[in-house]
């Protein structure tokens, strides 16, 4: 434990613990979108901009509160101030979301790549806009 206490240290010092974060639960979010868009896609059979949304929706929610607590910490000091984070969260990811479905329709039925190489792709330009949404305009009145 004593490790992880002092590279968060040196990582805050250099003001990179944040990215740090970001990147690796930004990581982890786009395991989740991917898993469930898989699952969605060639266990259930959905049809691939169903799958997009629902893998969409459960990774938003995992984001929310990975972002919240771990990568920018931000405290609420009440419900209605919880409840507004939580809104412009959603807010922008649904514009994220614009974003997503339209590079994964571009990259799928103009220029018919693959599926699974599409939403990799997809999900590195989503990572970056969501972090900069976050950073700049969700979870900055509540460190």
Not at 58 to 65: E, K, N, R, T
Not at 93 to 104: A, P
Request: proline share 1%; hydrophobic share 55%; glycine share 4%.
């Amino acid at each position: 434990m004593q490790k992880y206490d002092d590279l968060k240290q040196l990582l805050k010092e250099k003001k990179l613990w944040e990215p740090f974060t970001y990147l690796f639960f930004g990581g982890m979010t786009t395991v989740v979108n991917i898993a469930v868009y898989l699952l969605c896609r060639h266990v259930f059979g959905l049809y691939y901009q169903v799958a997009n949304v629902i893998s969409w929706a459960i990774s938003v929610l995992f984001a929310y509160f990975t972002n919240k607590i771990w990568v920018f910490e931000a405290t609420t000091v009440d419900r209605r101030a919880a409840w507004l984070s939580f809104a412009k969260f959603i807010f922008f990811r649904i514009l994220s979301l614009g974003l997503d479905m339209l590079c994964m329709y571009v990259m799928i039925s103009l220029l018919h790549s693959g599926d699974l190489s599409a939403k990799v792709v997809t999900q590195i330009v989503v990572v970056l806009a969501n972090y900069l949404f976050s950073k700049f305009w969700i979870f900055t009145d509540n460190k």
